[in-house]
């Protein structure tokens, strides 16, 4: 069965600094991987994603995720946070093709940026 | 694109009640997911339908729980007797599907058992 970690429950961070979320998955195979994240109020929408090829992806906002077949890792990261970041992300893993099981999430990390 | 929609957004119900939420999926998707969230959780994937057929069921899906499909477009999820433990999020997401599938989730219907 598949599974995902994320290591951090609760980030807090100053506008600026640098944001690495990390994220790790457990799955026999070939798998797809997402960035999902949740502003307040809001529902989940898509960071980024991916499939294959260029194992660093860019997604949205500035946001950049780098997966690493070896560690079985693809973490998050910003250089430079703004306020408006604070939100939830949530990581995701599927087999490619999707279906059966649908995304296996993590339990979140929430991110809070203060000003 | 009008994106994933869900009603009622809040539910509010009384032990043992039935309850029934409805997902309309974005228009061009054929394949339609409901998820569960609890506090401090992750989604939890509950069942899967590609046009009318329901493919996959978790385990979390008592026989309490029922959805349908009925003509491929939008879905509605059923709890029957509902049970405090059922206070959730349930989450609606839609996709086409391929090797390079992407998941669009609406915003959610917040149930709580009294």
């Known amino acids: 069965a598949q599974s995902v970690s994320q290591h951090n429950h609760h980030v807090i961070l100053s506008e600026a600094a640098s944001l690495e979320l990390g994220c790790n998955y457990s799955y026999g195979g070939t798998v797809n991987l997402f960035w999902y994240v949740q502003y307040p109020g809001q529902h989940l929408q898509l960071l980024l994603k991916y499939f294959s090829g260029d194992p660093l992806v860019k997604g949205i906002k500035g946001f950049e995720a780098e997966f690493i077949k070896s560690k079985f890792s693809f973490n998050l990261r910003k250089p430079s946070v703004q306020w408006s970041d604070t939100a939830e992300y949530f990581c995701a893993v599927t087999a490619p093709g999707g279906g059966a099981d649908g995304l296996t999430f993590g339990k979140g990390t929430h991110l809070i940026i203060q000003p | 694109d009008t994106g994933v929609s869900q009603d009622p957004r809040h539910k509010i119900t009384k032990r043992g009640q039935n309850v029934t939420f409805r997902c309309d999926p974005i228009?061009?998707?054929?394949?339609l997911y409901w998820y569960r969230q609890t506090l401090g959780q992750g989604p939890e994937f509950l069942t899967y339908?590609?046009?009318?057929?329901?493919?996959?069921k978790s385990r979390l899906l008592s026989d309490r729980f029922s959805a349908e499909r009925p003509k491929g477009s939008f879905s509605t999820l059923e709890i029957q007797r509902t049970e405090q433990g059922d206070s959730a999020m349930y989450l609606c997401?839609?996709?086409?599907?391929?090797?390079?599938?992407?998941?669009?989730f609406g915003p959610g219907t917040r149930l709580l058992v009294l």
């Open positions: 339908f590609q046009n009318e057929a329901q493919l996959e």
């Open positions: 997401a839609s996709s086409s599907p391929g090797m390079t599938e992407t998941q669009y």
């Open positions: 228009s061009e998707h054929n394949r």
